[in-house]
């Protein structure tokens, strides 16, 4: 009796945060999977079609080629803000700076602005006469200055340094919580041994802080992934279909082109991309392990 | 049952445990019974006419107007507007129809974009036995009429019987700044030839030679409009538009439409960073004496002449052969629809009569806007020397038979493949032969799917 109390407890806790997830995430989840298995229009019956939806999305072009933006966008919404984040906090808990915390939330405010907001501002900061080029002009780089968003070659990496942007505060924040946990004794004892500053942040630092930088990484990889506000404001996936990523194609098919099914497959390969590369992610990280 | 006694109830729900209120909220405020039921007792045994439009600003103004004038001639009618916006509509009226309590009269929108999928799916009524009744078949010209035809399956577009009856009409052609013309000393152009040669003069003096906001996408396919309305045939662009399947879009007419775009775009005519301007943006800089010409639709003109007075006035691309009529991309807008759940579709249809009647489009007119009527000397004085020039020139592509429907009409998938594609064209991104058969495959696939 006792035992089996047990063995239920944990469930029971378990159950109110069930009870949200099943209908809000569980079942719609189910559903889609059931609809990207027909062709339906959102009107007339629907046709089973079976693996048709995913035949297409595969062998469509402008879907790998969604997939491949949203690929690149991973480097500018993930790597680069954890690359460019690792020193910046790293650095503020050496140097004492008046004025430190107030820079920490300067650097985390991009994370509290509404992403439409982001959107419109950088929108009007990279346009042709905008500030950007302003600045280019001003430094004599005329030759610099282009339409970033809507140049066939820049509108792409242009977008990802606005979510690198957006998303560096994020993780300044998660890194200097973490590295407030690592003790000092460690950096003492690294001391004693002689290491220096690159050695210490390999040997303490950096190992310290691999449950930060996973959360970071998962965190980011996601939103880029299912990026799309971001995309929606500031360039709708143009021009031609330079910036299309997957939340583009599946919002316009399910919703403005009456092809339910083909969105919903699209959705679903994009569920498992973003489940398989957050278990890879936690995969290395529990891996490195000490 | 009282709005505050319902208040009071709410709030007194509101009080219990939050599980207990999400639950009750949803069938207390929420439902409250039958939608049906509450009709009929707001109208106290009145009827109702349920009617959704996606219209906004002054038309809706006009609309509104015209319905209580409806009203006031039948005290027994109360009419009930669903107004929802433009974007999000095509997705809520799709809901509202699908649902329990779907409306009886909806405005809906040309072709594949939104008509086509709901008489498919056997949503809306096919009105010729009011249409012969009123005299609906009679009232427009054909070339505007039949942008309102479907096949009773709702698989052929532009033919069969009459779904929508139009009130409101839109015109694509060029606007232009009265006051640079004259400095660059160009008269308006008599020939696809002058324009050009208009266009080579503006960006040799310095000036901007076509302002255009293309972060949208579809505005390249309006331009290229303005080219392939008179590089292509009646035949050629009514049959991409109504499926006819031996017309292709690698016709050889819209490859030179899509070469002379991408070289207008190469000899520097089109507005750097159109790519990531919005036509509002596009619009606004026009009225700041930006650009010499705005090629755009009619939908605009008031905003253009409140601004800039007689300052900006309006043309339809010139025909190659001097003399020729002018031909143009337009619509008859949005159609009056009546649904098939509709119980009262009598009366739905003598409405639809009175909202489209000649007495609608004199208001219409008269407010700057264009009517799908053919008006003759019946015309209202026009606002501004603007919309006289716009309107003159809808009433003579309508009288000349020389009115062609917009290409887009021609898939519901304009977003996904033939805007971005003609960006690309434009921008000589893509190559027209390529680009083009890239959107002629997305026709055909579409084509295939009904």
Redesign the interface.
């Known amino acids: 009796m006792n035992g089996r109390g047990r063995t239920a407890l944990p469930y029971l806790y378990l159950l109110p945060a069930f009870l949200f997830f099943t209908p809000f995430v569980l079942v719609p989840f189910v559903h889609t999977l059931g609809l990207s298995f027909y062709?339906w229009?959102?009107?007339?019956r629907a046709t089973f079609t079976g693996f048709a939806n995913y035949r297409e999305a595969f062998e469509s072009a402008?879907v790998r080629s969604a997939f491949g933006h949203a690929l690149v966008l991973i480097f500018f919404f993930g790597v680069l803000p954890v690359l460019l984040a690792l020193p910046l906090a790293v650095s503020s808990t050496r140097a004492r700076v008046p004025g430190g915390n107030a820079l920490r939330t300067v650097i985390f405010l991009p994370q509290a602005i509404s992403t439409v907001v982001v959107g419109v501002s950088w929108?009007w900061i990279?346009?042709?006469?905008g500030p950007l080029n302003a600045g280019l002009h001003a430094l004599g780089l005329e030759w610099a200055a282009v339409?970033?968003?809507?140049?066939?070659t820049w509108a792409l990496p242009s977008l990802g340094l606005v979510g690198t942007w957006t998303l560096i505060g994020l993780c300044v924040t998660l890194f200097f919580a973490g590295l407030q946990q690592i003790p000092g004794s460690l950096y003492d004892a690294a001391a004693v041994d002689g290491a220096g500053r690159w050695r210490e942040f390999l040997a303490v630092t950096l190992p310290g802080l691999k449950g930060p930088i996973t959360v970071a990484l998962t965190v980011t990889v996601i939103s880029a992934l299912r990026a799309f506000d971001l995309v929606f404001v500031t360039?709708?996936?143009?021009?031609?279909?330079q910036t299309?990523v997957p939340g583009i194609?599946i919002y316009?098919?399910a919703?403005?082109?009456?092809?339910l099914g083909s969105g919903a497959a699209i959705a679903v390969v994009l569920s498992i991309v973003v489940f398989a590369v957050t278990f890879l992610i936690n995969r290395i990280a529990d891996r490195r392990a000490p | 049952m009282s709005l505050t006694a319902r208040a009071q109830r709410c709030s007194a729900l509101r009080s219990l445990t939050a599980a207990l209120v999400i639950a009750a909220l949803s069938v207390g405020c929420g439902s409250n019974g039958s939608d049906k039921q509450g009709r009929e007792a707001a109208a106290g045994g009145r009827h109702v006419l349920e009617v959704w439009t996606p219209e906004s600003g002054s038309r809706l103004q006009l609309v509104q107007q015209r319905a209580d004038q409806f009203s006031a001639a039948h005290p027994d009618v109360k009419i009930n507007f669903t107004i929802r916006d433009f974007g999000s509509y095509?997705?809520q009226l799709?809901l509202a129809?699908?649902s329990d309590n779907p409306p009886d009269v909806a405005i809906g929108n040309l072709g594949w974009s939104l008509d086509g999928?709901?008489i498919?799916?056997?949503?809306l009524r096919a009105l010729d036995p009011w249409a012969a009744h009123y005299g609906w078949d009679k009232r427009y010209p054909e070339v505007a009429q039949r942008q309102m035809r479907f096949s009773t399956d709702g698989k052929q577009f532009g033919r069969g019987p009459i779904f929508g009856i139009p009130y409101a009409a839109d015109v694509i052609g060029w606007f232009y700044n009265v006051g640079k013309l004259k400095t660059l000393n160009i008269g308006v152009p008599a020939t696809l030839d002058e324009l050009e040669a208009a266009l080579a003069t503006a960006r040799k003096a310095g000036e901007v030679p076509i302002m255009l906001g293309?972060?949208?996408?579809w505005p390249s396919l309006h331009l290229f409009y303005l080219v392939s309305d008179n590089l292509a045939s009646d035949r050629e662009i009514n049959g991409i538009v109504f499926g006819d399947r031996s017309v292709q879009w690698t016709a050889p007419s819209f490859v030179a439409s899509g070469r002379k775009l991408a070289q207008w775009n190469a000899l520097g005519y089109i507005a750097?960073?159109?790519?990531?301007?919005s036509p509002d943006d596009a619009l606004a800089r026009f009225v700041r004496g930006a650009g010499v010409f705005l090629p755009t639709g009619s939908w605009n003109a008031a905003e253009l002449s409140a601004s800039m007075g007689d300052k900006v006035a309006f043309f339809l691309t010139p025909p190659v052969r001097k003399g020729d009529p002018s031909r143009a991309t337009g619509s008859v807008g949005y159609g009056w629809h009546i649904t098939t759940a509709s119980q009262q579709a009598d009366l739905a249809a003598e409405f639809i009569d009175f909202m489209t009647q000649e007495a609608f489009a004199i208001q219409l007119v008269a407010g700057g806007d264009l009517s799908p009527l053919d008006m003759g000397d019946r015309a209202p004085r026009m606002p501004s020397r603007l919309a006289g020039e716009i309107f003159a020139a809808w009433q003579s592509v309508l009288a000349n038979g020389t009115l062609l429907p917009y290409l887009e009409f021609s898939a519901?998938?304009g977003?996904?493949?033939l805007y971005?594609?003609m960006?690309?064209i434009l921008?000589g991104?893509?190559t027209p032969e390529r680009g083009l058969a890239l959107i002629e495959q997305s026709r055909q696939k579409f084509l295939d799917?009904l």
């Open positions: 062709d229009d959102g009107l007339t402008l929108g990279l346009a042709l006469d339409d970033w968003l809507g140049s066939f360039t709708r996936g143009g021009p031609g279909t299309v194609l316009r098919r919703f403005e082109d009456g092809r | 095509p997705a799709k129809l699908a999928p709901l498919r799916a056997g949503l293309n972060k949208s996408q750097p960073g159109a790519n990531s301007m519901p998938n977003a996904e493949v971005p594609t960006q690309s921008a991104h893509e799917s």
